[in-house]
């Protein structure tokens, strides 16, 4: 208020001055002094706002009269008229100044007067405030304005020791349940946040009704606590559990919307009065409202009157709650579905639930499917399996089991228990021996107690021994499998039998053998293997790599490639495991063939064979067959080269015989004719025979090749015939001939097919008794022309007949001295060349037949005379 009355002084002042000076100054005077006046004027109003104190009067005074005086100069006139003005200034801005103080204590004191009323008031308010919160059983808590610790008065008069007293009393989860302190405390907040009013219960953790009552005073928010009694705590605990009941109504209602299953509920009439959403679904209904007018039905006529007969039964039983369930199809959202509908009726009215069981449906079906299908399977099982329930009752078993205990399948279709069943069994013999049965079997049936599988093993009187698994049921009880393991025991121990003879075969053996494994590492090795190979004992301990093995073995062989190999067979990765094969040369001049033989477990096993003996005589025997067919080879040349070198002579003799014979030069006596003759027969067969050589030559030295054509069987039968025509008239022989009508012509080298028959017909010429005969018969086949020159002379001894078509195998007998052994060869290496076949069949004394078979169409190729002699 000071600042504000000087600040009044010394505006005034400026204001006397201003006017004094718009009188007396020039007017370029004025507008200077104007300036400095104003500029004074917003320093002393700023040092006013910064909160100090104005300049003294004086001060004013001066710094404009500085400025005038600059602006005067010397006139002496303007000065004196300038002081009187100040003067005149000052004396008007006192007394302003004096009524301004003196109005302004005289409101000073009457504001001061009347808040001191005021202040009484309010005490005697407060007073009285006070009085009457004492006086009620209510407290008050009161906040001022953004303060947090508010102010608790009053108290709550009570019984419950749980209710706190004081400031105590904020701390609402001590004693309010915990429903109430939330919305309670929601509400305080909203008051203070707000200032929205609230009247709200809440019920205490000992059950008493406490009101709150919240609104705002001016700045102030305040909650009133009164505890509730008589009616009003009755209704007020009313409204509690009517509010109660309506969120549980609504949980319920949003849990029941919430389901997939239809629910409905009807009243005493059966009209329809609620449903969930699912059954609005179901029913193809837009909402609640509409199903409910248009009484929508999800049931049909003929389910609701199968529910409805449910409900008659029950009823008849004087049931107040009767339940009916019923498992139907319906058609729900346009798709048949099966449900199991339960409805319950509560005199009055009704509600109901319907559950989706299509899929559980489908499973039970599909579970029995399975349980038929699993049923069908162990029953074809030759292991008999059994099934017991928690009570120790069958439950299934298959045919195997009946058949295996030898029970009666008439009594075990009755599902009796276990106990009645082994009783069964030690009657049949079918249990094993046990001297305390009892307490063989308590031990044995708790196998229903035991959360893992156990096994046993039962060897029977009888001799076989079952293995026993039982098992625990997924579904309580106990599965009983009886695998008859007679057989695999009696193999395992002919196949261990069998193991330890090939053990000691093995170790008995003179062959070196190793096994390695499909890792490479070696598995067994017998006494012999480290005997050829030189090993030491602990050399093949620890089963070394196939690798180290061999690499021992190359101190005696050091190819490594074979080495190699034989690695690779154990260790290489082919998709076709192959064996390998071979011998090597030792360096101390012993021979071993060896031998790599995958076996089917991925094992592979080596053996090495000592074969040294065995090469020095294959080596000899080789030797020697090479000497033989060099010796067979020079022979054959040497009978060659004297064949040729006997011929030409013959030849020569044979024409200067015939010369003679012919009595060219003159007439021959009867002595002279006479030794001619025997010079030409003698020539003729010494010709023959040179032939027959060369002819048999030249078949081994595979040069002979066939000049294939058609030939007739009856012209070369007459061919060979006449060329013999001397010695059948000189031994009077009859040649008799029997010709096939149907013989036609076959494919061969007629020539060499006249030879054949003429050496055939000279055979049994020489070995046929005078004035006897010789048979040839010509017979065709589909395939062959068969030609059979038979005799009856003094036949073959069955000695000789293998060996008849030897070369220079000859038989001479009382009327025939034996030839040179070479016909009845040359006959079988012909018809071979055609593809034919040779057989004799003789009777020693009755004679003999040579049965020759020709292709008709012999598979060789038709070479010339001129290729073979290339």
């Avoid at 014979?661 to 003698?682: C, K, P, V």
């Avoid at 003729?684 to 032939?691: H, R, Y």
């Avoid at 395939?783 to 078509?805: K, L, Q, W």
Wanted: charged fraction near 25%.
């Amino acid at each position: 208020m000071q600042s504000s009355t000087r600040f009044g002084i010394s505006f005034s002042g400026f204001l006397v001055s201003l006017s004094l000076a718009v009188v007396l100054l020039p007017e370029t005077a004025l507008a200077q002094a104007a300036g400095s006046i104003a500029s004074e004027a917003n320093e002393a109003e700023q040092s006013l706002v910064a909160g100090e104190l104005l300049p003294s009067i004086p001060a004013l005074i001066e710094r404009p009269t500085s400025s005038l005086t600059a602006s005067f100069g010397g006139n002496p006139l303007q000065w004196e008229m300038l002081g009187l003005a100040l003067i005149g200034a000052l004396v008007i801005f006192v007394f302003i100044a004096g009524w301004a103080v003196i109005r302004e204590r005289k409101r000073s004191r009457e504001r001061l007067l009347a808040a001191m009323e005021a202040i009484q008031t309010l005490q005697t308010k407060l007073d009285r405030s006070e009085s009457l919160l004492d006086a009620t059983d209510q407290l008050m808590i009161i906040w001022n304005g953004n303060q947090e610790k508010p102010i608790v008065t009053g108290t709550l008069a009570s019984n419950d020791h749980l209710l706190p007293a004081g400031s105590a009393i904020l701390a609402f989860g001590n004693w309010l349940q915990i429903d109430s302190v939330q919305d309670i405390e929601a509400a305080i907040a909203k008051l203070r946040a707000t200032g929205q009013r609230f009247v709200q219960s809440a019920q205490t953790l000992n059950g008493n009704l406490v009101e709150f009552r919240g609104r705002t005073s001016g700045g102030r928010a305040l909650v009133q606590l009164r505890i509730l009694e008589g009616d009003e705590h009755d209704r007020v605990r009313m409204e509690h559990e009517a509010a109660r009941q309506r969120k549980e109504l609504g949980r319920l209602s949003a849990l029941l919307n919430s389901m997939p299953m239809p629910v409905w509920s009807r009243d005493d009439d059966g009209q329809l009065t609620w449903a969930n959403d699912a059954y609005v679904r179901a029913v193809d209904g837009e909402n609640l409202e509409a199903v409910l007018d248009a009484q929508a039905e999800l049931l049909d006529q003929r389910g609701r009157e199968a529910v409805l007969q449910i409900h008659e039964r029950r009823g008849q039983n004087g049931d107040d709650q009767d339940l009916a369930i019923k498992r139907l199809p319906i058609i729900a959202e346009g798709k048949r579905k099966i449900f199991d509908v339960t409805d319950i009726y509560l005199h009055p009215g009704s509600v109901g639930i319907a559950t989706d069981v299509s899929e559980l449906e489908a499973a039970e079906k599909a579970l029995d499917r399975m349980h038929l299908f699993y049923a069908n399977t162990l029953d074809q099982l030759t292991t008999p399996v059994a099934i017991f329930d928690s009570s120790q009752q069958l439950q299934f078993y298959n045919a195997a089991y009946s058949s295996q205990f030898k029970l009666d399948p008439a009594f075990l279709d009755t599902n009796p228990d276990e106990n009645a069943i082994l009783e069964k069994l030690r009657i049949n013999r079918s249990l094993p021996e046990q001297a305390n049965f009892h307490e063989w079997k308590k031990k044995f049936l708790s196998s229903y107690r035991d959360v893992e599988a156990h096994e046993h093993w039962w060897h029977l009187p009888d001799g076989q021994s079952l293995r026993v698994i039982a098992a625990p049921n997924p579904d309580a009880g106990v599965i009983y499998i009886f695998e008859n393991v007679t057989e695999r025991l009696d193999l395992e121990k002919r196949y261990n039998a069998l193991i330890r003879m090939q053990s000691e075969t093995l170790d008995h053996l003179n062959d070196g053998v190793a096994v390695f494994g499909s890792d490479g590492r070696l598995r067994m090795s017998n006494p012999a293997f480290s005997r050829l190979w030189d090993f030491q004992e602990d050399q093949l301990e620890g089963q070394p790599h196939v690798g180290a093995v061999l690499e021992l073995c190359r101190r005696k062989y050091a190819s490594a490639k074979v080495w190699a190999t034989l690695i690779g067979s154990v260790v290489g990765l082919e998709d076709k495991r192959e064996g390998v094969m071979g011998r090597m040369e030792c360096l101390d001049g012993r021979f071993l063939d060896y031998a790599s033989i995958p076996l089917p477990d991925g094992a592979t096993m080596m053996t090495f064979v000592d074969v040294t003996g065995n090469v020095t005589v294959e080596r000899s025997l080789q030797e020697r067959n090479e000497a033989l067919l060099a010796a067979d080879q020079l022979k054959n040349t040497f009978i060659q080269h004297v064949s040729y070198e006997l011929r030409s002579p013959l030849t020569n003799i044979i024409g200067f015989t015939e010369l003679l014979t012919s009595e060219s030069f003159g007439a021959l006596n009867g002595r002279q004719r006479e030794y001619t003759d025997h010079i030409m027969t003698s020539s003729s067969s010494l010709l023959a025979i040179v032939n027959d050589i060369l002819d048999l030559a030249t078949i081994d030295a595979g040069i002979v090749v066939l000049e294939l054509s058609e030939v007739d069987p009856v012209n070369s039968i007459r061919a060979a015939a006449e060329g013999l025509q001397d010695r059948l008239a000189e031994k009077n022989i009859h040649l008799d001939i029997s010709v096939a009508e149907n013989m036609g012509e076959f494919t061969g080298d007629s020539k060499r097919v006249r030879q054949v028959l003429f050496n055939l017909i000279s055979n049994a010429i020489s070995f046929s008794d005078p004035d006897s005969e010789i048979s040839i018969i010509a017979e065709r086949t589909p395939t062959d022309i068969i030609f059979t020159v038979g005799d009856h002379g003094c036949g073959m001894p069955e000695d000789y007949r293998n060996s008849a078509f030897d070369r220079f195998e000859s038989r001479a007998t009382e009327t025939n001295r034996g030839g040179a052994g070479l016909g009845l060869s040359i006959v079988k290496s012909f018809v071979e060349l055609h593809g034919g076949q040779v057989t004799i069949t003789s009777n020693e004394g009755k004679g003999t037949s040579v049965t020759c078979s020709f292709p008709i169409e012999p598979k060789i190729d038709a070479q010339s005379t001129t290729a073979a002699a290339e």
